[in-house]
């Protein structure tokens, strides 16, 4: 219950202000728990406050309402008009059109159907006159939507059975294609230009020239290929690498650890007593020729 007058002008204004019917004080009266005497004593000092106001407080047998000042009704007229002129937008006529196709429906399945609030685009729909509210026969507490009269005027038809089939107008719509999709179709119908380039290039280098046969034959047919314009130095001594490998493999054992042998650096052998003894013996010859020579 509000603590003071001026607190119960203040919430009797509120609830004035979100209500979209007229109310009674007795309404008042069950939502702030104040006494109806109270509630009449202060719509009416409410409604003397607002009458220069651009919202004033209607009274009309009982019900108060709050309604825009008549002194300013040019302007919201022009507001409302330039409202009404403004075209239609992708949801909105998506909302027209589930209306026009299942009606009459609940705003909770338009929004079912849609996936998001439509409560802006129902709003624009029914000040354009396009669509209307009726009463939902199996739910008192909702409405439904239908479309009016006005909106056969606009599409030019005489009933709602003139619009054309959905299922057919479903079948007409090309559904945009994902950047994933498009790309995998125009790579199945436009080849690889790069990829070709790359065959091509490794079939030339395949290819044996006119004068590959003279060549081989002149080297003798060893299996490497003995045309290098036509081979990278890469194949060439992967192909080098091979043969010595295979031939290598193909050989005795015996033959593969003497040639292992062969090809490892041994240190230098011991002289022999003998070899020691003749080194003496040419050593001295040589000290005995140095004299003779010296006396002549």
């Known amino acids: 219950m509000p603590s003071d007058k001026q607190d119960l002008k203040n919430s009797l204004e509120a609830i004035l202000f979100v209500s979209n019917k007229p109310l009674k004080p007795k309404d008042f009266a069950a939502i702030l728990g104040a006494d109806e005497t109270e509630i009449i004593a202060a719509l009416n000092e409410l409604a003397e406050e607002r009458k220069s106001r651009g919202l004033v407080l209607l009274e009309n047998g009982g019900e108060y309402q709050l309604a825009t000042n008549s002194k300013y009704s040019t ?3 022009n507001f409302l008009n330039a409202e009404l002129r403004e075209k239609l937008t992708d949801a909105t006529v998506e909302v027209l059109a589930i209306i026009a196709y299942r009606q ?10 849609r996936g998001v609030n439509s409560q802006y685009s129902i709003r624009n729909l029914l000040m354009r006159g396009l669509v209307e509210k009726v009463p939902n026969p199996g739910d008192a507490r909702s409405v439904l939507y239908q479309t ?3 909106f056969l005027m606009h599409l030019g038809i005489t009933s709602v059975t003139d619009l054309p089939e ?3 107008l479903v079948e ?3 559904l945009p294609q994902t950047a994933p999709l ?3 179709a125009a790579a199945q119908q436009t080849p690889n230009t790069d990829e070709g380039n790359k065959m091509e290039s490794q079939k030339e280098i395949n290819q044996p020239g006119p004068d590959h046969a003279a060549s081989k034959e002149r080297a003798g047919d060893t299996g490497i290929s003995q045309d290098p314009v036509r081979m990278s130095p890469e194949q060439i001594d992967y192909e080098i690498n091979t043969e010595s490998k295979i031939e290598k493999e193909n ?5 593969v650890k003497a040639e292992e042998i062969a090809s490892t650096d041994l240190p230098p052998a011991e002289p022999g007593p003998a070899e020691i003894e003749n080194a003496e013996e040419d050593e001295f010859a040589d000290e005995d020729e140095n004299e003779e020579s010296d006396e002549d």
Request: without cysteine; negative net charge.
């Open 251 to 255: 050989l005795p054992e015996s033959a």
């Open 172 to 174: 007409k719509i090309k």
């Open 104 to 113: 009459p429906i609940s705003k909770a399945e338009i929004e079912a159907i």
């Open 166 to 168: 959905f299922q057919t």
């Open 75 to 77: 302007a919201v007229k």
């Open 182 to 184: 498009a790309m995998e």
């Open 148 to 150: 009016t009269t006005e």
